[in-house]
């Protein structure tokens, strides 16, 4: 794709308002009216309208060529003629208000149930898009019966879609997406027989397409896009056969599409990617003469695929998507036949180790984009060969498939995107690359290039994003000419990825002269020396710096980065203080220096970064006392294996708001994982969790953990630990908290682990425990505990050794008869000693089939839902652009 930047993102949306344009258009319309058209009665229900709204704040995804952002309503008022107002129309005879056109307007409220709206009964088109209203549509919206066009798009609606709408039975045009609609879609949607526009694009809804949609026989244009229906492909639509675009995607569609599907004989896109569709994909489908784009990527398709009969004429599809599957055997010889491709996906067809002729591909002669990752040939990919197939070819895909960069033939065409991860390359393609000043993304990550990653790369022109992750690159080649990259104006790397790999001595500081640099990920290699000062030039860009697991040594650095967004620097040898001028890291979210020797005392200070969600500070040699914290978005804390003393006062969690209530980030409904720009880069962790060490890949955004362990604390736990509903992971353990446990820690409902092993606590263990559902692993080991264990279900499935070492506890019930032994000192010795390894392995293994089982619970908000290092299921890379309409689902495009 050309340009992963923000611009292109918005154009699907412009594309659709001057489509919108297009087909409205009235007659009667002036654009300037004769004076003192408009009645006092429509003048004063614009003006009341107007006040039962605010003005706030212009939506930023407004901004596009078509529509300007504008109050359009705050001139209003200053001329009785209400036909002059900005974004009013009036019919030039009869003064009606025929059209109120307010989109991008800032505008901020509810519908009231009487809305003065509803006296504009005249109005034929009402265009509320972009806008941040809220609640209901009222079902006085039934009253607009004139209607042809209404667009409530890019809102904040919510509730279900009112059954009132049934009665604008004029309605063309009906544009209610990108909302929070919920519940069914009504079927009274069916008597809007005049439809040819219908979007529902971006909302909750649930349940099937009504049959009645059979009788919206004028339609056109379907988009339900990035829902939750339902059911199996909705075979009512079959009969509108002038459907044009019928958009389905990222919904929950199951079973098999219907062979009959040719009876929609206009269909020029069908896009039903991310869905759970079955079956073969019937063959007919492609003698749709008329279709151009097809999209079924993301399903289940299975069995072989064919092409039936496409002899007869030529194809007029430009786009086929059927990648991410589970499609299996040979790729049909005919796919050559589609000789209008630009955009062909095939990714995880499982040719199932067959060879594959590749020259199959060189008839289409328009291909710019192609995925064929992870086909499971045996056949070797020759790269130079391969793109004199292709001439147009400009965004390829070979991931996953054994490529040969040995041959050196010249290549004519500018690339844009190149994707060679897991390839078994051994040698850096620069022929190739050294000439592609087009290009943008390159990624040759998990290959076995060896040597120096050569200078010119930082001079190509556009280059902005390029993954070296998981190869055995020893170094960067530094250039020989002395300006070195001061010859390039303003180099465009955006995303430089180079961990693990055996990078040594210091960090090149020509990264320091990547002035758009936004991600830096060094993690997982040999660089000793300091972290370069010279870093401070990005003060402006760097969002995202990861150099764990290297050999760094010195302090950390002293710059301010205002854009930081994430600074990792675990696993280093960095030493001294925690500099002061971290507090001006106003966006930081992710703070990780674990596993150093850094020496200071509780950064308290950092209290006031208003974003910081994750503060990792693990084994370092911090000391002293952590009074006086308030951390209002910290979710995940781990201060585990300091020197950190003194006793928590029993109110030292009441300020820590974040793990009271996740409260509604905006960002948490639409990306799950913690991370940073674009492809995504993900934060990652290491959390000690239900006794096992947890290496998180992502770190899930509803994640909430404390973890004090190893450090000297004393006195009671803080009563004020019950005020944090949302905590996840609670981690006491070796210290020397005396007292009892607070009772408090039943109320946190949603807690899955919980260890106050080796402390000196005493008393009983909190009836209140016994409640709580979710927590799966306890660990209350050598304490001075007595009393009886607590009976919920939780309690009655822990090892005997989460309770070991606290003599006076006594056993209720089931757990008596194994726990009871347990007690006597013949078998005292089990849980004094480790556990085998065996059974540490056990445990774990069974967490992390747990955890991969939770992961489409995450949806429920309750579930962990950890995504481990080596688990990445496909669904997951495919963030479905959210303005995107068609399901290219790769993250490079
Ligand atoms: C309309 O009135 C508002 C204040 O009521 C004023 O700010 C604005 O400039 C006026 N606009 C015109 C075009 O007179
Ligand atoms: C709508 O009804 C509410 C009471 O339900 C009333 O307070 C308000 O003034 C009414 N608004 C209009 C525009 O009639
Ligand atoms: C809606 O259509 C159904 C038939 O599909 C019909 O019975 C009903 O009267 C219609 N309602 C309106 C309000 O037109
Ligand atoms: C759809 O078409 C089928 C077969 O042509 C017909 O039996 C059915 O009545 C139609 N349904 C509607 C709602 O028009
Ligand atoms: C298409 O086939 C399905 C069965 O697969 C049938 O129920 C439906 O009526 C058919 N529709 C048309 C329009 O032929
Ligand atoms: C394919 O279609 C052509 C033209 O319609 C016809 O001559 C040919 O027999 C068909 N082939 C098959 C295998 O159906
Ligand atoms: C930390 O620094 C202090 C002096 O500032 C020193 O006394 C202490 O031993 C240091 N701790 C460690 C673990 O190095
Ligand atoms: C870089 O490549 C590695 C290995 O393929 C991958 O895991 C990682 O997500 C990539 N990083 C980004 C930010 O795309
Ligand atoms: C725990 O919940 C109970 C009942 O909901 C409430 O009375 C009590 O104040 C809560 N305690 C804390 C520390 O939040």
Redesign the pocket.
Known sequence: MKGFGNSTIIIPISLCFIFLIFIYHFEDVLAAPPRHLCSPEQRDALL?FKNELEIGQLQQNCMHDSFESHPRTESWGNNSDCCSWKGIKCNAKSGDVVELDLRCSGLHGRF?S?S?LQNLSNLLALRLSGNDFSGQIPSSIGNLFHLTSLDLSQNQFSGQIPNSIRNLSHLSSLDLSYNQFSGQIPSSIGNLSQLTYLDFWGNNLVGEIPSSFGNLNQLTSLYVGINMLSGSFPIVLLNLTGLSELYISNNQFSGALPPNITSLSNLRDFVANGNAFTGTIPSSLFTIPSLTSIYLGGNQFNGTLEFGNISSSPSNLEELDIGNNNFKGPIPRSISRFVNLSYLGLSHFDTQGRPIDFSIFSPLNSLEYLDISYLNTTTTIDLNDFLSYSKSLSDLDLSGNHVSTTNKSSVSQEIYSLSLSGCGITEFPAELLRTQHEIEFLDISNNKIEGQVPAWLWTLPNLEYVNLSNNTFIGFQTSNKKQGLSSVRKPSMVHLLGANNIFTGNIPSFICELHSLNTLDLSENNFNGSIPPCLGNLNSTLSDLNLRQNNLSGGLPKDIFERLRSFDVGHNQLVGKLPRSFIRFSTLEVLNVESNRINDTFPFWLGSLQKLQVLVLRSNAFYGPIHQASFPQLRIIDISHNHFDGTLPSDYFSKWTAMSSLGTDEDQSSEKYMGGGFPYYYNSMVLMNKGVEMELARILKILTAIDFSGNKFEGEIPKSIGLLKELCVLNLANNAFTGNIPSSVGNLTVLESLDVSQNKLSGEIPQELGELSFLAYMNFSQNQLSGLVPRGTQFQTQPCSSFGDNPGLLFGSSLDKVCRDAHTPASHKQYETPESEDEDEEEVISWIAAAIGFIPGIVSGLTFGYILVSHKPEWFMNPFGRNNRKGRSTTTH
């Open positions: 009341a009231h009487n003065s």
